[in-house]
């Protein structure tokens, strides 16, 4: 019989044993699929530089020759930044089964791999969650289900502007994922530093923030947690400028007929485009803070 694995690199695997901080993170920000190229080989170097400069171990997940891998070395970034298939965590059995090449990591799938590896904090950039129009389509991220199955804290800027705001709050309620906002008393809005939905706990500091995640556990809560922090201001994009694009991306999705998991891409290559990459850099300054905010997180939970 076949045995599938986890392959945990070796600095990640010595690192938690020895109980030195660790973040994960995903790769389909790093593939074609989330950023483009060369944005999204600074994004990966950004990441790591920002989690290595804070005394932790970046573990990037990611499928490679059908092998679920926590960790890869520097050797393979070029296949992390390549194109890929998108990798949900359905599909990350089916990845291994059917020995994908290169399967880019969401956040469910990260959280997954994250939590077996034994791995306390994850960084991502937005988070996907409730579609708009999703009473019509259904379309609602499988992120939120992991995020409140896994137990892994999530460091994200919010939810991606182009999704409804709203209903992903209320459904990470009813889910009782808690969120908390790290110096913000607005749900952040991605790209836009400045949110408009009232964050359910604000913490003005990483050891608050740490807190909380421990008195969670000590509850004996087995789900993850959910941390925003806001864009840095001054790589930020302003609402009314994006709120145009977005609506526009999101016609011109439904008009060549996107459907599924199609759709997150699509819309951030659109978005891309008609921002002249003002939300690529956006994105990327974004995802930078928010490692550097896990590793500190990280180190905290260590001591
Ligand atoms: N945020 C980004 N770029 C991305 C994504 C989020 O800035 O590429 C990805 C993440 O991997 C997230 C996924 O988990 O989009 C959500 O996709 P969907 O809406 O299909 O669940
Ligand atoms: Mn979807």
Redesign the pocket.
Known sequence: MTRFQIRIDDEVGEALARNRPVVAL????F?H???PSPANLEALNRCISAIRRHGAVPAITVVLDGVARVGVDQSEWPLVCGPAR?V?ERELGTALAQRWKVG???????LLLAARAGIEVFS??????V?RNSEITG?????LGALAQHRVVTV??GA?SF?DLPRTLEYLETLSVPVIGLGCDFFPE?TVHQGSLPIPARVDSVQQLADIVRANRSLGRTGGLLACVPVPEKDALQKNEIDQITNAALQNAAELGVV??????HV?KFIAEATNEGSVRA?LA??ENNASIAAQLATILTN
Do not use: Q, R, W
């Open positions: 995903e790769s389909t920000i593939s699929l989330g950023l998108k949900g880019a990591t969401t956040v469910s799938s990260s991502t950039g937005g988070i996907g969650g579609h379309d609602i991220s499988s992120d994200c800027a991606k999704l991605f599924g998991s199609a759709v997150t891409p951030l994105n974004l995802a």
